[in-house]
């Protein structure tokens, strides 16, 4: 299976500031024949399912907020909120799915400071 | 608009099994496959595995086979997954989502998820 891993586990950020999350994966997600990282983010507030932000590394999803942005290819990939609101504090979640055994980062805890 | 309403919160002992069902409305049942993940207290989500509700036809994660069974029911556009010889460790929300389509292809992101279903395993 693909590990994704993501960094930092927990995340404080000031309201009005920038957060940035970072996932790895054990081997490429880009899928040489269209160019596309096969990468999805999500949001996951206190008991709710989790929300999708990003496919394809950075393509956001209908109705997210454009403070919301993914970048990055290949094996590494980043989540971006360009200026922390109260309601963004949540855990976040990366997925590939470049391989038919989806696999998911361990989250990362982001907090206001 | 597009739904999927889980079965309730279910209370099982170590060795039984659990079944939990998926409902589906809003979309045609059968264009969509149905995957299912769960999520430790406290812990992140893993996926277990899929069904295609056209042709029944079902992919389990490794860490499943042999103890999971993924159904369907058409007429009632539900979807079902059940798990056996549970243990402690099985305590989770179980969740339903359904993948991304467009009009010529599929892709396993998930817009589109079940409330959740929480099963405990306690004696």
């Known amino acids: 299976d693909i590990v994704m891993t993501q960094s930092p586990d927990s995340l404080a950020v000031s309201l009005g500031e920038r957060a940035t999350i970072n996932c790895k994966s054990s081997?490429?997600?880009?899928?040489?024949?269209?160019?596309?990282?096969?990468l999805a983010w999500y949001q996951q507030r206190p008991g709710q399912p989790p929300r999708l932000l990003i496919y394809?590394?950075?393509t956001r999803e209908s109705g997210v907020p454009d403070r919301f942005s993914g970048s990055g290819s290949g094996t590494d990939f980043t989540l971006t909120i360009s200026s922390l609101q109260a309601e963004d504090v949540a855990v976040y979640y990366c997925q590939q799915y470049y391989s038919t055994s989806i696999t998911f980062g361990q989250g990362t805890r982001l907090e206001i400071k | 608009q597009v739904q999927l309403v889980q079965s309730g919160a279910e209370v099982k002992e170590p060795g039984a099994s659990v079944k939990v069902s998926c409902k589906a409305s809003g979309y045609t049942f059968t264009g969509y496959y149905i995957h299912w993940v769960r999520q430790a207290p406290g812990q992140g989500l893993e996926w277990m595995g899929w069904i295609n509700p056209d042709s029944g036809g079902a992919d389990y994660a490794q860490k499943f086979q042999g103890r999971v069974t993924m159904t369907r029911d058409t007429s009632i556009s539900t979807a079902y997954m059940e798990l056996s010889r549970l243990t402690s460790d099985d305590t989770a929300v179980y969740y339903c989502?359904?993948?991304?389509?467009?009009?010529?292809?599929?892709?396993?992101?998930?817009?589109?998820w079940g409330q959740g279903t929480l099963v405990t395993v306690s004696s």
């Open positions: 989502a359904r993948p991304y389509c467009n009009s010529t292809s599929c892709h396993i992101w998930f817009d589109t």
């Open positions: 081997q490429s997600v880009l899928y040489s024949s269209n160019n596309k990282n096969y």
């Open positions: 394809w590394a950075s």
